[in-house]
């Protein structure tokens, strides 16, 4: 079972590089959600989506873009990539009124 | 706003013995649902265990349970019986349901380090 899969899963960019984070799930989820986790910040929400063709900002949604064009597939973009957003990147799914959230493996990212 | 504290950074425990990791939330819902995720050193997110806020029954999972105390707004993890493979961090989670025209509410603590002694 593949479950939620993050391509790619390390990356280096330069200061105003663009980039895209991309996230499949195949369990037919609902709702995607895209998180960053800096150290002794815990997971901050940057942008979720309840159903395809929908987005919403979470807590740190600055700098970042999504969409989500199909319901297995949500994408992560960085238009001009800065250092602060050095950081490990999750995606996670879930099924509309469940609690549990499914995640992928992560992907590290480093802005030079 | 919402907000999940974990107050132990980092916890240590023997192989074999039982360590209590603690979480304390804010919220003005009633309707809610609370989860303890670990994530050893490979840094995949496994759920531990989860709650549900209207149950009054405490969710056990094998060695794992959890002490949840509404009234009060915390919800600690117990780890029995400790073995190596329990070292990662964890994090306490507090997620409202999503409602039609509301908004996600996923809130994480900043995470408490275990480290199992042998």
């Known amino acids: 079972n593949a479950g939620v899969t993050q391509t790619p899963k390390f990356r280096v960019l330069k200061t105003g590089q663009s980039m895209t984070l991309l996230c499949a799930q195949d369990m037919n989820h609902e709702y995607m959600y895209w998180y960053r986790q800096d150290p002794g910040m815990g997971l901050r929400l940057i942008h979720y989506s309840v159903g395809e063709g929908t987005t919403a900002k979470g807590e740190v949604p600055d700098g970042y873009n999504v969409s989500r064009l199909k319901k297995q597939n949500f994408l992560l973009g960085l238009e001009s990539a800065a250092p602060s957003q050095t950081s490990v990147y999750f995606c996670?799914?879930?099924?509309?009124?469940?609690?549990?959230?499914?995640f992928g493996e992560g992907s590290r990212l480093t802005v030079l | 706003a919402q907000t999940v504290t974990q107050s132990q950074p980092e916890m240590s425990v023997q192989e074999a013995e039982t360590v209590t990791l603690s979480c304390t939330y804010d919220?003005?819902?009633?309707?809610?649902?609370l989860f303890w995720y670990k994530q050893p050193p490979s840094r995949q997110m496994i759920l531990v265990i989860r709650q549900e806020a209207y149950k009054q029954q405490n969710a056990t999972e094998n060695r794992f349970s959890v002490n949840f105390q509404k009234a009060a707004k915390s919800f600690s993890l117990k780890i029995s019986d400790s073995q190596l493979g329990d070292a990662a961090m964890y994090f306490c989670?507090?997620?409202?349901?999503?409602?039609?025209?509301?908004?996600?509410?996923?809130?994480f603590g900043k995470g408490t380090k275990l480290t199992v002694n042998p």
């Open positions: 989670a507090y997620r409202i349901p999503l409602t039609q025209g509301g908004s996600e509410k996923l809130v």
């Open positions: 919220t003005s819902e009633s309707d809610y649902y």
């Open positions: 996670a799914s879930n099924q509309r009124w469940t609690g549990e959230l499914f």
